[in-house]
Every structure is written in structure tokens, then in C-alpha cells.
């Protein structure tokens, strides 16, 4: 937590790609979900939250399960 998040690619899950910073651009908060198994889980009614290909996430969200990012890119919480 705490940690400022560069924009970087995104592989959803299904594959189609978009970047971190697109899904922050309206000033909103956005929860990552790596955990394929499990359907998402908000982490507050009206926080988007996107599926990740878990496969292809590395760097700094190879070990999570979940990460809230502020809108101005800060990871707020963590699962690992």
C-alpha cells in the first residue's frame, strides 16, 4: 500500500489489453482482481472492478490478489 502505480499495460482477462491509467482518467478509484477463481469482489459499491489474466501480470502484481488504486494511482489496499 502506498506505492505509486506507473500507467502500464493491462492484460484483462478474456485478452483484450488497455492500460491502468484508462481506467483512472474519470477520477475514479479502481479495483484490479487477479483471482481467476473467484467472480469480483468490490471492494465498495460503485468501485469498478476489473479481471486481469493473471498469467500475464507481473512486476509489481505478480503476488496479489487484489489491489485497490487511488485515482491518482496509489495502490490504497491489498490482497496478496
Keep these: 500500500s502506498g506505492q505509486r502505480?506507473?500507467?502500464?499495460?493491462?492484460?484483462?482477462a478474456g485478452g483484450p489489453r488497455s492500460t491502468l491509467y484508462s481506467f483512472l482518467?474519470?477520477?475514479q478509484?479502481?479495483?484490479?482482481?487477479?483471482?481467476?477463481?473467484?467472480a469480483p469482489?468490490?471492494?465498495?459499491p460503485g468501485i469498478p472492478c476489473v479481471n486481469l489474466a493473471p498469467a500475464t501480470c507481473g512486476g509489481i502484481l505478480a503476488n496479489l490478489t487484489s489491489a485497490l488504486v487511488r485515482p491518482d494511482g496509489h495502490l490504497a489496499h491489498v490482497l496478496p
Excluded: F, I
Design 5 to 12: 502505480l506507473p500507467d502500464m499495460e493491462l492484460v484483462l
Design 25 to 27: 482518467q474519470n477520477g
Design 29 to 38: 478509484w479502481t479495483q484490479l482482481q487477479l483471482a481467476p477463481e473467484k
Design 41 to 44: 469482489q468490490p471492494a465498495r
